[in-house]
């Protein structure tokens, strides 16, 4: 997984595009009306149901806009929200929080609306030890605030990239050769480029899982699209030599019964790639 520093890095990085995408050269709407020295207030009002995200996101924006806007949070990343309810108070500059604010609500909207879906994973896994987890099926640019997003939400975070983790998927395996060349070849290329990166492999059926066991050093298997009977014997026949992994098109709806079947991990797509953006506005008080 990536350092916290390097996370951070990537949030700065998203910030520092967005307001560019978005401002350019000036706020042209409030430098035509609104004095430079004018104050104002704002509130970040929630009009929907679910778990709020991206407050601490919503700060380093404010910071990044203007060091001297103050922001009063009332609910932390994470709670369940309400209609009506007020997360923060922002003020200071009123240019300063009209040029933030289009960044903050898009990236809270979308923040809160993976959070709830998350939460709600998590909410079905209760009392198994299976838990969670994100895939790359992210928004080109915002990865970062989409996993953050899952971890406020109560989920785990898969790889951030390609750079952070091997994982042999079904293309790997048939471009390499077969399962055994393609961990081979990895193990070799890890040894020569001194890198200490985990290996995941998936599995199409239950005699590739077979010969993933063969080779040592494997980190999890990846149970891809097996049935509930496939993935209970894939669990069997793994027997927590390395961690487990089901996956492909799993729902709300289906994550309980795959979690029943043993494994340690769900993964789904679903978390960032088909939400619904959470209502919320920003008003002047």
């Given at each position: 997984m990536?350092?916290?520093?390097q ?14 995408e978005?401002v ?8 035509a ?34 060091p001297?806007?103050k ?20 003020e200071?500059?009123?240019?300063s929080?009209?040029k ?13 609306a ?22 790359r ?23 951030f ?13 048939d471009?390499?050769?077969?399962i ?7 193990k ?13 492999v ?11 066991l063969?080779?040592?050093?494997i ?17 069997q ?17 289906t ?21 619904y953006n ?8």
């Amino acid at each position: 997984m990536i350092s916290k520093a390097q996370f951070q890095k990537e949030i700065e990085l998203i910030i520092s595009n967005a307001i560019r995408e978005d401002v350019g050269e000036g706020d042209h709407s409030s430098l035509a009306c609104i004095p430079k020295e004018a104050k104002g207030k704002a509130k970040l009002l929630v009009k929907d149901n679910g778990i709020i995200a991206g407050v601490e996101f919503a700060k380093q924006v404010f910071s990044y806009i203007d060091p001297d806007l103050k922001v009063e949070t009332l609910i932390e990343d994470g709670q369940k929200v309400q209609k009506k309810d007020i997360v923060f108070y922002v003020e200071g500059s009123s240019q300063s929080i009209l040029k933030a604010e289009r960044l903050v609500l898009n990236a809270m909207q979308r923040m809160s609306a993976i959070a709830t879906k998350t939460n709600e994973f998590v909410m079905k896994l209760e009392g198994t030890n299976t838990q969670i987890l994100d895939t790359r099926k992210t928004t080109p640019g915002i990865r970062a605030l989409e996993k953050w997003a899952v971890k406020i939400g109560g989920g785990e975070n898969h790889r951030f990239a390609l750079y952070d983790m091997i994982m042999l998927k079904d293309n790997h395996i048939d471009f390499a050769g077969g399962i055994t060349p393609a961990i081979n070849k990895t193990k070799t290329y890890l040894k020569k480029n001194d890198l200490d990166l985990k290996i995941i492999v998936e599995a199409r059926d239950l005699e590739e899982i077979q010969e993933i066991l063969k080779s040592d050093g494997i980190y999890r298997i990846l149970i891809d699209n097996f049935n509930y009977e496939e993935t209970k014997k894939a669990v069997q026949l793994i027997n927590k030599k390395c961690l487990t992994e089901s996956s492909g098109g799993i729902t709300l709806d289906t994550v309980r019964k795959y979690a029943e079947c043993g494994v340690d991990y769900v993964s789904s797509g679903a978390l960032t790639h088909s939400v619904y953006n959470m209502d919320l506005s920003l008003k002047a008080v």
